[in-house]
């Protein structure tokens, strides 16, 4: 009488063992390959001086067709015109080099209008995009986008971006992907109270008074996982002067044990 609800066993538990390496197989391994998109540089020439624009990026590729189309879609300089989306990479790739083009182009433009004007003034354009392959675990994989531009004024502005994504789903986490139902509240709190410790003389120009507003500002899509736990990263100017530079908030796994779903707590 045992024998077929052992076998049934014995299928499923094999069935599992079957699933488990489907899935294994599936998931691919990144080499991530350096790929040079743009570089370009056009300056109006004077004797003694040149004023240049200039345009740089690349990215690492991966090779697999679904997450090089994620990060190139990331690099585009402006959204494109047509309703029509480029379906694969080249397509991708031709349409950032145009619009790398056009932006080379107006910019040069710029820059001679103003020194060839009556009273002549300074000015240059810089546009720089990177991303980079931080790590592959399992099936998560986490890259670095760092975006520079200058147009003008005393400084130009700069911002560090993280990306997450699941290799098998095909697909970037973003937060409410990752945290527990009704966490976002305790993640809230936490990442408050760690700005206030580390941030103390800000808090009082940057941090607003209004609990949405606050959730809008730190309850950001833009996180990496690390050996410590789970850093946030914001921009200048979102919660403390340009000469700070970015903030980043950095919660220890033990600090997310009823925030962050349990197949994201990566401390083991």
Same mark, same amino acid.
Request: net charge negative; with cysteine; proline share 3%.
């Given at each position: 009488m $045992? %024998?077929?609800?052992? #076998? @049934?066993?014995?299928?499923?538990?094999?069935?599992?063992?079957?699933?488990?390496?489907?899935v294994a197989a599936a998931t691919p391994l990144l080499v991530p390959q350096l790929v040079e998109v743009v570089a370009q540089k056009?300056?109006?020439?004077? /004797?003694?001086?040149?004023?240049?624009? /200039?345009?740089?990026?690349? @990215?690492?590729?991966?090779?697999?067709?679904? #997450?090089? $189309?994620a990060l190139l879609a990331r690099l585009a300089i402006t959204e494109a015109e047509?309703?029509?989306?480029?379906?694969?990479?080249?397509?991708?790739l031709q349409e950032i080099k145009q619009q790398a083009n056009a932006w080379l182009t107006e910019s040069y433009a710029d820059i001679k209008e103003a020194r060839?004007?009556?009273?002549?003034?300074?000015?240059? &354009?810089d546009h720089s995009d990177s991303i980079r392959f931080i790590a592959q675990r399992?099936?998560?994989?986490?890259?670095?986008?760092?975006?520079?531009?200058y147009s003008g004024g005393a400084h130009g502005i700069y911002n560090t971006s993280y990306a997450l994504f699941d290799l098998n789903t095909r697909k970037q986490l973003l937060l409410p992907?990752?945290?527990?139902?009704?966490?976002?509240?305790?993640?809230? $709190?936490?990442? %408050?109270? @760690?700005y206030l410790e580390n941030y103390?003389?800000?808090? /009082?120009?940057w941090l607003s008074d209004n609990l949405a507003e606050q959730a809008q500002t730190f309850l950001t899509d833009n996180f990496v996982f690390n050996e410590q736990g789970l850093t946030f990263s914001y921009a200048p100017y979102a919660l403390a002067p340009y000469a700070e530079?970015?903030? %980043?908030?950095? @919660?220890? &796994?033990?600090?997310?044990q009823d925030i962050l779903k349990p197949q994201y707590i990566l401390d083991n």
């Open positions: $045992q %024998r077929v609800p052992n #076998l @049934l066993i014995a299928s499923l538990l094999l069935g599992s063992v079957y699933a488990s390496s489907a056009k300056c109006f020439q004077e /004797e003694e001086q040149e004023f240049c624009a /200039e345009i740089r990026i690349d @990215l690492e590729s991966t090779g697999v067709d679904w #997450l090089d $189309q047509s309703v029509a989306v480029p379906i694969d990479v080249p397509a991708q060839e004007a009556e009273e002549p003034y300074f000015i240059s &354009y399992n099936h998560l994989a986490s890259f670095k986008q760092f975006s520079y531009v992907d990752i945290l527990q139902r009704f966490a976002d509240a305790k993640l809230l $709190q936490a990442l %408050r109270e @760690l103390a003389d800000y808090a /009082e120009s530079g970015e903030v %980043r908030l950095t @919660l220890h &796994y033990a600090q997310l």
